[in-house]
Structure formats: C-alpha cells, structure tokens
C-alpha cells in the first residue's frame, strides 16, 4: 500500500507539470491516493493528497477537503502545512 500511495502522488505531480496532461490526469490518481492511503493509514499522505487535490478542484469540494487537511495539521503541531504536504506530494498544482 505505502509504494502505491507514492507512485500515485508522483504521478499526479506529473501529470500537473505535463504539458500535454488535463487536469484530470492529475485528479484521478489523487482520488486514488487518498483512497489507499485511508486504507492503510496514511494520516500525513492521506492530508497532503487532500490538500493537492482541493487545489485542482476548488469549489465546495475542495474547500471541504482542504479544511479536513488543515484539521488533521493542526492537531498534528504541523507549523506549515503546505511545506509537509509538499515534501509529501511534490509539484500538484495546475499550471
């Protein structure tokens, strides 16, 4: 599980730097992040691919999933969490 989150997380922040990738190609294997990384308990992976992700989708969704990420943060002492999540899920933000 721990390499699948990972693989996901790097492909996402490849495909948001890809020229030629939609947005999408980004969104979907974050969705899958988060999926896998709640199902083995990947607080810190699973916070920074909310984060990334409500940075891609905006809106009420985003603004949720955002909100749950800075949550976890917070009651995690984390200073600066758009610093962690990045170390976590480098380069996911749409050009």
Do not use: C
């Not at 916070?47 to 009420?60: H, I, N, V």
């Amino acid at each position: 599980g721990y390499a699948t989150v990972y693989a996901l997380l790097l492909r996402a922040g490849i495909a948001a730097v890809a020229p030629s990738a939609s947005r999408e190609d980004a969104i979907v294997p974050l969705r899958a992040a988060i999926a896998v990384a709640a199902q083995h308990d990947m607080a810190l992976h699973l916070a920074a691919a909310r984060d990334r992700l409500a940075g891609l989708l905006g809106g009420d969704e985003g603004a949720a999933l955002r909100a749950t990420a800075a949550a976890y943060a917070s009651t995690e002492g984390v200073v600066a969490p758009g610093r962690m999540f990045e170390v976590q899920a480098p380069g996911i933000a749409w050009r």
